[in-house]
């Protein structure tokens, strides 16, 4: 099993920046893929950035030039720095890690962008 514990969320104003956090209980390179999904009110979740434990990643279109996904091993913890950032990226952020071909999640951490 994969325990996931976000952190990082928050208000912040249009063209503002915020960077999540996600600490994994075990080592990323024993997980195998992790990343962000979101949700935004009255939306569906989907997903917005993955990374394997080799580093390669994927961007939604919405997103793609304004956040970057990373990982630090050593640390256990995955990255979503947020640039850039619209109103329409307004959503509770979840972490979630593919391991065994099951997917583990977090609580979620809230993010609003409003001026």
């Known amino acids: 099993q994969v325990q996931l514990v976000e952190s990082g969320g928050g208000l912040v104003q249009p063209g503002g920046s915020l960077r999540l956090s996600c600490a994994a209980s075990?080592?990323?390179?024993?997980?195998?893929?992790m990343g962000w999904y979101r949700q935004g009110p009255g939306k569906q979740r989907y997903l917005v950035a993955t990374?394997?434990?080799?580093?390669?990643?994927n961007y939604a279109d919405s997103v793609k030039g304004r956040f970057t996904i990373s990982l630090d091993d050593a640390k256990n913890t995955v990255y979503l720095q947020m640039n850039s950032l619209k109103p329409e990226d307004t959503a509770v952020y979840y972490c979630y890690a593919l391991s065994g071909g099951v997917n583990y999640w977090g609580k979620g951490t809230l993010v609003t962008v409003s001026s």
């Open positions: 990374v394997t434990s080799r580093g390669s990643t």
């Open positions: 075990r080592s990323i390179f024993s997980i195998g893929a």
